[in-house]
């Protein structure tokens, strides 16, 4: 039987039998696998702890033919201050489904598992709004959407400040003498390109600095969750959650 080392994350699980889980795990080296957890509903388990959600882990995982299944799990960060926060629960579960949704099962994703790591690390240290904005830009990026922010999706030219448009279904800007001519896309502010802009550029701990505006970061979002609706097909069931909080 193949063995493989790595780190993960769990993202979901469900229970299986009497006593076991098959878990939804994001793994480094793996990508997102599913594990069938024997026996970890048991009060004796020694692998419950690090197999909770969003626990960074040391797995030990065994291949199999329908499921990997595990040996070994130790924790190495266990982010305390997310798990006893509802807000960043919250926060968290919609990260953890975005990516669920956004990584096809058995695909090696290196680029995506640190990012959703730094994530996690920087949602344990403060929550601020812009944060979570930034996830999902950055995860919807790392998936292979990138939006088009600098160039008309239509006529190619450069985007110039003024009247500019959200085209939803081409994932990028459009001009004004195109939205003329075509008359589609969401009208979009100038700040509010800036600020996906910016957060395309720079890391979390830059992003963080910044000074958030309410009016132009709601605006973002509004944008990026129409953009996700779209590439997915589907509202997040988490979305309603994040919003009640
Ligand atoms: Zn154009």
Same mark, same amino acid.
């Not at 996906?196 to 830059?206: D, G, P, S, V, Y």
């Given at each position: 039987?193949? %063995?493989?080392?790595?780190?993960?994350?769990? $993202?979901?699980?469900?229970?299986?039998? #009497?006593?076991?889980?098959?878990?939804?795990?994001?793994?480094?080296?793996?990508?997102?696998?599913?594990?069938?957890?024997? &026996?970890?509903?048991?009060?004796?388990?020694?692998?419950?702890?690090?197999?909770?959600?969003?626990?960074? %882990?040391?797995?030990? *995982?065994?291949?199999?033919? /329908?499921?990997?299944?595990?040996?070994?799990?130790?924790?190495?960060?266990?982010?305390?201050?997310?798990?006893?926060?509802?807000?960043?629960?919250?926060?968290?579960?919609?990260?953890?489904?975005?990516?669920?949704?956004?990584?096809?099962?058995? #695909?090696?994703?290196?680029?995506?598992?640190?990012?959703?790591?730094?994530?996690?690390?920087?949602?344990?240290?403060?929550?601020?709004?812009?944060? $979570?904005?930034?996830?999902? $830009?950055?995860?919807?990026?790392?998936? &292979?959407?990138?939006?088009? $922010?600098?160039?008309?999706?239509?006529?190619?030219?450069?985007?110039?400040? &003024?009247?500019?448009?959200?085209?939803? *279904?081409?994932?990028?800007?459009?001009?004004?003498?195109?939205?003329?001519?075509?008359?589609? &896309?969401?009208?979009? %502010?100038?700040?509010?390109?800036?600020?996906?802009?910016?957060?395309?550029?720079?890391?979390?701990?830059?992003?963080?600095?910044?000074?958030?505006?309410? #009016? /132009?970061?709601?605006?973002?979002?509004?944008?990026?969750?129409?953009?996700?609706?779209?590439? *997915? #097909?589907?509202?997040?069931?988490?979305?309603?959650? *994040?919003?009640?909080?």
């Amino acid at each position: 039987m193949h %063995s493989i080392k790595t780190s993960g994350i769990v $993202l979901k699980g469900t229970n299986f039998g #009497e006593a076991d889980k098959i878990l939804t795990v994001f793994t480094e080296r793996l990508g997102k696998v599913k594990v069938l957890a024997r &026996g970890v509903r048991k009060i004796k388990s020694h692998l419950a702890g690090a197999l909770e959600p969003f626990i960074l %882990s040391e797995l030990l *995982l065994h291949e199999g033919k /329908t499921f990997y299944s595990i040996s070994g799990a130790e924790i190495i960060k266990s982010y305390p201050t997310i798990h006893d926060d509802i807000d960043k629960i919250a926060r968290v579960f919609f990260l953890g489904e975005l990516i669920d949704n956004f990584v096809t099962l058995d #695909e090696k994703s290196g680029a995506m598992f640190e990012l959703f790591v730094s994530a996690l690390d920087s949602l344990e240290k403060n929550s601020k709004d812009i944060l $979570l904005l930034s996830f999902q $830009l950055k995860i919807v990026e790392a998936a &292979g959407f990138k939006p088009e $922010l600098y160039f008309c999706v239509h006529c190619k030219e450069k985007i110039v400040a &003024g009247d500019n448009f959200w085209d939803n *279904l081409e994932g990028g800007l459009i001009c004004d003498s195109c939205q003329q001519k075509f008359h589609h &896309g969401k009208a979009i %502010s100038d700040n509010a390109i800036k600020l996906l802009r910016f957060i395309e550029q720079n890391k979390f701990a830059e992003i963080e600095r910044i000074k958030d505006n309410l #009016e /132009t970061r709601e605006e973002a979002e509004n944008i990026l969750t129409l953009y996700v609706r779209g590439i *997915l #097909e589907k509202e997040l069931k988490s979305e309603s959650f *994040l919003k009640m909080v």
